[in-house]
């Protein structure tokens, strides 16, 4: 295969994957790389609702998902193909292999730019009031949450080295952002002492008003991990933070089970214990609250 057939063997393959993900999700992104990365895409409504990965070497294949639409559809192609050359099979891992150090370069530019950010918003906010539209309609206390603009509650969020590298805004109607290009994974905001942590139980949950509602009625160390997939990362960190505590994965109780997996593979991963609130739909937060009226 020579240099023009090739590149327009890519460009049909490209152009077929993009045409299957627009017939089955209703949309794609306009720049589709075969790289075999996972990249993020957004949604008609702006939202990074769509995912993909796709592999030109050997038989080119891959996936494509819709969060919102919880769509997830693997492909391949049909019909005659070429297999790569040993050359071009070569040449294909040197350039893969740059393109993730250049991905992983900006993606780490990113988090700097973002946890600067973070540090200068946190800085100038002032003290959140427990009278917060949010938080009244929650039950729950502002605890350490500062108060931004458009009267929006602010979260710090830490790293494995207890440094601030992201914020999460959260509206008087509970709709939620992070900073833009900040990092999430496996990082986590607390609630309550972290120097009784290793003399007490820690709990990990997901949201804020979960975790505040779960600290004020037990007093323990409470992790907030974000959101679902992001428990086991959490729990991980937390456990090598934490080594001699008992830590307890309080996961939702969703109607599509994906809070009770993630808690239960959470616990899985560090030997800890997991909860989840006997009513289904609820979380700690609707649980505890139902004890109270």
């Known amino acids: 295969m020579n240099n023009l057939s ?14 299957a993900m627009l017939d089955t999700i209703g949309y794609a992104p306009e720049h589709i790389q075969g790289d075999g990365i996972l990249h993020r895409f957004n949604g008609p409504n702006g939202k990074l609702n769509g995912a993909y990965v796709l592999y030109l070497d050997n038989r080119p294949a891959g996936y494509y998902q819709c969060f919102k639409q919880n769509i997830k559809e693997y492909w391949k192609s049909i019909g005659q193909y070429q297999p790569l050359s040993d050359v071009q099979r070569r040449q294909y891992a040197i350039d893969r292999q740059r393109q993730e150090v250049e991905r992983q370069q900006q993606k780490d530019l990113k988090h700097r730019q973002a946890a600067a950010k973070a540090l200068r918003t946190w800085n100038y906010a002032e003290p959140a009031k427990a009278n917060h539209p949010y938080l009244i309609n929650k039950r729950v206390d502002a605890h350490k949450l500062r108060l931004g603009r458009n009267n929006t509650l602010i979260m710090p969020i830490y790293d494995e080295n ?6 999460q805004f959260i509206s008087e109607s509970g709709d939620k952002k992070f900073l833009s290009g900040g990092k999430k994974k496996a990082c986590f905001s607390v609630i309550g002492n972290a120097a009784l942590a290793n ?10 008003a979960t975790g505040a509602s779960l600290h004020q009625s037990t007093g323990n160390f409470t992790v907030i991990a974000l959101d679902a997939g992001n428990l086991k990362t959490v729990a991980i960190v937390i456990k090598k933070l934490y080594p001699d505590s008992q830590i307890i994965i309080c996961g939702d109780n969703d109607l599509n089970e994906v809070g009770q997996k993630a808690a239960k593979e959470a616990a899985l991963a560090i030997g800890g214990k997991y909860i989840i609130p006997a009513t289904v739909g609820h979380d700690w937060n609707d649980a505890l609250n139902m004890e109270v009226l």
């Open 199 to 208: 003399f007490a139980n820690v709990l990990i949950c997901e949201g804020y």
């Open 6 to 19: 090739a590149l327009h063997f890519t460009f049909t393959i490209i152009e077929s994957f993009k045409n």
């Open 162 to 167: 207890k440094k601030l590298v992201n914020l």
